[in-house]
Nanobody, 126 residues
Framework: QVQLVESGGGLVQAGGSLRLSCAASGLTFRNYTMGWFRQAPGKEREFVAA????????YFAGSVKGRFTMSRDNAENTVYLQMNSLKPEDTAVYYC???????????????????WGQGTQVTVSS
């Protein structure tokens, strides 16, 4: 069965950095666009970033553009989210998700993703 396992979350001070990882298994990794979403308490899940199967194209939400980067290692079936200059408003549970590259829809819509991880908590203190 498909599993997406996030790691790397934690508590960091504002201005600090964290690197999230998501290890995938049970799927042909190179056939999937990978995305990161986040959900803060009382808020809806929102798009953070996505990377196409080849790693050649990445997309970011406006709120994180210039601070976050995303990469993938298709040999290791792993995707990364490097988060720099963190702000308290980045506090949320971060989820990794996989979307079949042949699917229609949007890389920025949570409902268009096929598989999800369990999430990892990121807390940024002021």
């Amino acid at each position: 069965q498909v599993q997406l396992v996030e790691s790397g979350g934690g508590l960091v001070q504002a201005g600090g950095s964290l690197r999230l990882s998501c290890a995938a298994s049970g799927l042909t990794f190179r056939n999937y666009t990978m995305g990161w979403f986040r959900q803060a308490p009382g808020k809806e899940r929102e798009f953070v970033a996505a990377i196409r199967w080849s790693g050649s194209m990445t997309y970011f939400a406006g709120s994180v553009k210039g601070r976050f980067t995303m990469s993938r290692d298709n040999a290791e079936n792993t995707v990364y989210l490097q988060m720099n200059s963190l702000k308290p408003e980045d506090t949320a549970v971060y989820y990794c998700a996989a979307r079949n590259k042949y699917s229609r829809g949007s890389d920025e819509l949570a409902s268009d993703y096929n598989y999800w991880g369990q999430g990892t908590q990121v807390t940024v203190s002021s």
